[in-house]
């Protein structure tokens, strides 16, 4: 009983000593720590309006155009398509390696059985046959622990971590591009039924023309030549009614997929008319701009991941210490395995140092800082196309604005003179063909109309995927990483 006493003190001992050594183990992590790199950002975006706090981005922006139908396509959506599908299991995958890179920094227990019958050679021993014929019995519990002195299995939980935010992101990116292709698509279905409604009411506005030139030949008081050019006028517009329809179909299939349903008809809510403008969408201070785009935070997640990969890097140079225990019990009787003469226990500490590599860590190093120069310029390059993104998408909503104005008011011209046109021949003033021209000049301005509008309507679209808007907040975010690894100072990005 003393000897075991003794012997229970020092294996308490040792195991408290290794045990404030890995405590004073996780207090240092080599290598740089991350901070968000300099970046030149305008003090408001160009092309709007006074800069203000408020972000269309705020909202969920496909309500803008108080359109039920709308609303209900983009909710089926996001609930069915199957890009948003596949990036949340992304988002899945990068979450199970953040567990898997904290797991090395854990104990690990494994529970051994062995059970093993051998037969010593016959010239091993002048022993009798039976003697050299036996059977292990043996039943272990082994642990191992590696201690992080030197911050390499944090740096790798810290990349991880970045990943997994940074696939959150992604998700969030592929969420805005997926709203942002339903509303157009659906702006762009609702301009092809306006400009399918427009064919066919010309089509029987040139009908009617056509049927009248046709009686008063047969009335003996026109000409052949009516006839033919009415007819002519008539078949290149009723050309149009399948083209329409054919274009209609397939937008109608493109939206089918972006909902993940089979294709088939599209429900519609608003019709997209002259009366229709589009709202009015705040740009928001540009200095919010980098916080919500999804694309620009995953780009940063990704420089972030590298900067602490480089720690990880570093710390390969330097020797790791680990812990090993295994207590059991063994015996080549199976009876006597229960009794306390079969147990054996042990306690052991290992050192693995690096000697020489033939410059396999130093070229790992040098690739670690050769990717946070990547990603370095990858962020910026990505800040920089969103600024970017949000002066073209306002430019853009300014001038089909004024396009869509200039359209309207030639269409409402050309309706006036075909009115025109149709008094004066009916009062006999002027012939036909007055009111053939006034027609023919009426059905494009018409159509381009319709396209002016559906473009003014798409450049709000295009806005809020410039902004970043469409999204949810309930996400994790970038702080999350930060607030679950500990604060360093921050160090410049360079070797």
Same mark, same amino acid.
């Given at each position: 009983?003393?000897?075991?006493?003794?012997?229970?003190?020092?294996?308490?001992?040792?195991?408290?000593?290794?045990? !404030?050594?890995?405590?004073?183990?996780?207090?240092?992590?080599?290598?740089?720590?991350?901070?968000?790199?300099?970046?030149?950002?305008?003090?408001?975006?160009?092309?709007?309006?006074? %800069?203000?706090?408020? &972000?269309?981005?705020?909202?969920?922006?496909?309500?803008? /155009?108080?359109?039920?139908?709308?609303?209900?396509?983009?909710?089926?959506?996001?609930?069915?398509? *199957?890009?948003?599908?596949?990036?949340?299991? =992304?988002?899945?995958?990068?979450?199970?390696?953040?567990?898997?890179?904290?797991?090395?920094?854990?104990?690990?227990?494994?529970?051994?059985?062995?059970?093993?019958?051998? =037969?010593?050679?016959?010239?091993?021993?002048?022993?009798?046959?039976?003697?050299?014929? /036996?059977?292990?019995? *043996?039943?272990?519990?082994?642990?191992?622990?590696?201690?992080?002195?030197?911050?390499?299995?944090?740096?790798?939980?810290?990349?991880?971590?970045?990943?997994?935010?940074?696939?959150?992101?992604?998700?969030?990116? !592929?969420?805005?591009?997926?709203?942002?292709?339903?509303?157009?698509?659906?702006?762009?279905?609702?301009?092809?039924?306006?400009?399918?409604?427009?064919?066919?009411?010309?089509?029987?506005?040139?009908?009617?023309?056509?049927?009248?030139?046709?009686?008063?030949?047969?009335?003996?008081?026109?000409?052949?030549?009516?006839?033919?050019?009415?007819?002519?006028?008539?078949?290149?517009?009723?050309?149009?009614?399948?083209?329409?329809?054919?274009?209609?179909? *397939?937008?109608?299939?493109?939206?089918?997929?972006?909902?993940?349903?089979?294709?088939?008809?599209?429900?519609?809510?608003?019709?997209?008319?002259?009366?229709?403008?589009?709202? *009015?969408?705040?740009?928001?201070?540009?200095?919010?701009?980098?916080?919500?785009?999804?694309?620009?935070?995953?780009?940063?997640?990704?420089?972030? %991941?590298?900067?602490?990969?480089?720690?990880?890097?570093?710390?390969?140079?330097?020797?790791?210490?680990?812990?090993?225990?295994?207590?059991?019990?063994? &015996?080549?009787?199976?009876?006597?395995?229960?009794?306390?003469?079969?147990?054996?226990?042990?306690?052991?500490?290992?050192?693995?140092?690096?000697?020489?590599?033939?410059?396999?860590?130093? $070229?790992?190093?040098?690739?670690?800082?050769?990717?946070? @120069?990547?990603?370095?310029?990858?962020?910026?390059?990505?800040?920089?196309? $969103? /600024? =970017?993104?949000?002066?073209?998408?306002?430019?853009?909503?300014?001038?089909?604005?004024? !396009? &869509?104005?200039?359209? %309207?008011?030639?269409?409402?011209?050309?309706?006036?003179?075909?009115?025109?046109?149709? @008094?004066? /021949?009916?009062?006999?003033?002027?012939?036909?063909?007055?009111?053939?021209?006034?027609? =023919?000049?009426?059905?494009?301005?018409?159509?381009?109309? $319709?396209?002016?509008?559906?473009?003014?309507?798409?450049?709000?679209?295009?806005?809020?995927?410039?902004?970043?808007?469409?999204?949810?907040?309930?996400?994790?975010?970038?702080?999350?990483?930060?607030? $679950?690894?500990?604060?360093?100072?921050?160090?410049?990005?360079?070797?």
């Amino acid at each position: 009983p003393a000897i075991q006493r003794r012997e229970a003190a020092a294996v308490l001992k040792t195991v408290l000593s290794l045990a !404030v050594l890995a405590l004073l183990g996780g207090c240092r992590s080599l290598g740089p720590v991350y901070h968000r790199p300099a970046l030149e950002i305008p003090a408001e975006h160009r092309d709007a309006a006074p %800069a203000g706090t408020v &972000s269309g981005a705020d909202q969920a922006w496909w309500q803008v /155009f108080a359109d039920p139908a709308l609303e209900r396509l983009v909710r089926e959506a996001l609930a069915n398509n *199957q890009d948003l599908n596949l990036a949340a299991a =992304r988002v899945e995958e990068t979450r199970a390696y953040v567990g898997l890179a904290r797991s090395e920094g854990r104990p690990t227990v494994d529970l051994g059985l062995d059970l093993s019958r051998a =037969r010593l050679s016959d010239s091993g021993s002048g022993t009798a046959l039976s003697d050299r014929i /036996f059977t292990s019995h *043996q039943a272990a519990l082994g642990a191992s622990w590696e201690l992080d002195l030197w911050g390499r299995i944090r740096r790798s939980t810290e990349a991880a971590w970045a990943d997994y935010i940074g696939s959150e992101e992604g998700r969030r990116a !592929v969420l805005v591009a997926l709203i942002g292709d339903v509303a157009q698509a659906y702006l762009e279905l609702l301009a092809l039924d306006w400009q399918l409604a427009i064919t066919q009411s010309t089509v029987e506005t040139r009908r009617s023309t056509r049927d009248l030139f046709q009686r008063r030949l047969d009335g003996g008081v026109g000409s052949e030549l009516e006839v033919t050019r009415a007819a002519g006028d008539l078949a290149g517009v009723e050309a149009d009614v399948p083209v329409f329809l054919s274009l209609i179909s *397939q937008k109608e299939h493109a939206i089918c997929l972006l909902l993940g349903r089979m294709p088939g008809p599209i429900e519609r809510g608003v019709a997209l008319d002259v009366e229709r403008s589009a709202p *009015q969408v705040p740009a928001g201070l540009p200095s919010t701009l980098l916080e919500r785009r999804p694309d620009v935070r995953a780009a940063e997640q990704a420089l972030r %991941a590298s900067v602490a990969r480089v720690g990880v890097a570093k710390a390969d140079y330097l020797p790791r210490v680990s812990l090993t225990a295994a207590l059991g019990l063994e &015996s080549l009787d199976l009876a006597s395995l229960g009794s306390g003469d079969a147990a054996f226990w042990s306690l052991g500490a290992g050192l693995l140092a690096p000697l020489f590599s033939g410059g396999r860590l130093e $070229a790992n190093e040098q690739a670690a800082w050769a990717v946070v @120069k990547q990603n370095e310029a990858a962020w910026k390059k990505a800040a920089q196309s $969103a /600024f =970017r993104d949000v002066a073209d998408a306002l430019t853009v909503l300014r001038r089909s604005r004024e !396009v &869509s104005i200039l359209q %309207a008011a030639q269409v409402t011209s050309r309706r006036r003179s075909l009115e025109l046109a149709t @008094k004066r /021949f009916v009062g006999e003033l002027a012939s036909y063909f007055e009111v053939l021209d006034a027609q =023919r000049e009426l059905f494009p301005s018409e159509l381009l109309l $319709a396209s002016a509008k559906r473009n003014e309507l798409l450049a709000v679209v295009r806005l809020y995927r410039a902004l970043g808007g469409g999204w949810d907040a309930d996400a994790p975010s970038a702080s999350a990483c930060e607030r $679950a690894l500990p604060a360093q100072p921050a160090v410049p990005l360079a070797k």
